[in-house]
């Protein structure tokens, strides 16, 4: 099948959906795909997933500095992101490259300003992590985003709880 698609893409080039075609059966085939892959981002740079894929294999192949180049990359385009960088700091977290994974998500951090949902993604990522004193920062913005809200005050309550103190859990409860 890849050798038909290649063939196939000789003669049409400019066919993205080919190009990602032709990935997946690569995938599938236990071949490097990376190639196809930028060929579909190159005709289609909103292709997200072409994307995703792209920075998804290039970490589980060990090659971090490029995934994290290709994600700094992607989030050019799609300011937004959160859950894909979360996804790649996640990955980084066991073994050597636990501080990068970490940065990334510091990064990743700054970059959300005030939008909640991605913070509440902050808040689990850290937790995920096991870094109670990042989550608690974050959820702490949370609170200073929604003061009023019962949900946050929830989220901050739930993080004091965890750490072991309980007075100030109540105190976030109560409000």
Same mark, same amino acid.
């Given at each position: 099948?890849v @050798?038909?698609?290649e063939?196939?893409?000789?003669k %049409?080039?400019?066919?993205?959906?080919?190009?990602?075609a032709?990935?997946?059966?690569?995938?599938l085939?236990?071949l490097?795909?990376q190639e196809a892959?930028r060929?579909?981002i190159a005709l289609?740079?909103?292709?997200?997933?072409?994307?995703?894929a792209?920075?998804?294999?290039?970490s589980?192949?060990?090659? @971090?500095?490029?995934?994290?180049?290709?994600?700094r990359?992607?989030v050019?385009? %799609?300011p937004?992101? @959160?859950?894909?960088?979360?996804?790649?700091?996640?990955?980084?977290?066991?073994?050597?490259?636990?501080e990068?994974?970490?940065?990334?998500?510091?990064e990743?951090?700054?970059r959300?300003?005030?939008?909640? $949902?991605a913070?509440t993604?902050?808040?689990e990522f850290?937790n995920?992590a096991?870094e $109670?004193?990042l989550?608690?920062?974050v959820a702490?913005r949370l609170?200073?985003l929604?003061?009023?809200?019962?949900? @946050?005050?929830i989220?901050?309550?739930?993080?004091?709880?965890?750490?072991?103190r309980? $007075?100030?859990?109540l105190?976030?409860?109560?409000r």
């Amino acid at each position: 099948m890849v @050798v038909t698609l290649e063939a196939w893409l000789t003669k %049409h080039p400019g066919e993205a959906a080919a190009w990602r075609a032709l990935a997946a059966t690569q995938d599938l085939a236990g071949l490097e795909s990376q190639e196809a892959r930028r060929r579909a981002i190159a005709l289609d740079p909103r292709d997200e997933d072409s994307q995703g894929a792209l920075i998804e294999a290039m970490s589980t192949r060990g090659d @971090v500095e490029g995934a994290i180049a290709e994600y700094r990359r992607f989030v050019a385009r %799609h300011p937004q992101d @959160v859950d894909r960088g979360l996804a790649l700091a996640g990955g980084l977290l066991n073994g050597a490259e636990r501080e990068r994974g970490l940065a990334l998500a510091r990064e990743i951090g700054e970059r959300t300003g005030r939008r909640a $949902p991605a913070l509440t993604s902050l808040l689990e990522f850290y937790n995920l992590a096991d870094e $109670p004193e990042l989550a608690l920062g974050v959820a702490r913005r949370l609170v200073k985003l929604a003061p009023r809200s019962a949900e @946050v005050q929830i989220a901050l309550g739930e993080q004091l709880y965890q750490m072991g103190r309980t $007075p100030e859990a109540l105190a976030a409860w109560g409000r």
